[in-house]
């Protein structure tokens, strides 16, 4: 039996203004109660928020594994928009970077981006993100 592995979730976001270089923050965990909106605007953040959104991610995957004969590994690029308000609009995936070529894998992945909810952008901008994923099916 197959296990998929998500690999990597280190990119970080590909638009220049997404966070200040000196920003930090500890866990990148919300505190009880509180939401990502609640957090900074860093790419440190915005790769926790990705990383929440991991089990949903690899669920997409394992959906995918069970269709297929043999095991497959490869690479999701993906591309969205965070808006002002913190929410994701137009996520795809894109061809340019993408070896894992399945149309179902494609639709269930930009599903799970289209719910995340990052911190609100202080600058009141829309912040494009380019983000990878690397998929691997583990024996």
Request: contains cysteine; positive net charge; proline residues 13%.
């Amino acid at each position: 039996m197959l296990v998929p592995l998500l690999l990597a979730l280190l990119a970080a976001p590909a638009a220049p203004d997404a966070g200040t270089p000196d920003s930090t923050v500890g866990t990148g965990t919300p505190a009880r109660g509180s939401g990502p909106e609640k957090l900074p605007f860093t790419p440190d953040t915005l790769r926790e928020v990705v990383r929440a959104k991991q089990p949903q991610i690899e669920r997409c995957w394992e959906q995918t594994l069970a269709t297929q004969d043999k095991p497959v590994d490869g690479t999701l690029q993906t591309h969205f928009i965070i808006t002002p308000a913190g929410t994701v609009r137009q996520p795809k995936v894109l061809k340019k970077g993408t070896t894992l070529k399945d149309p179902t894998l494609h639709r269930c992945v930009e599903t799970v981006l289209s719910t995340m909810v990052f911190p609100v952008p202080p600058d009141g901008k829309d912040h494009p993100v380019d983000y990878p994923f690397n998929l691997k099916a583990v024996r």
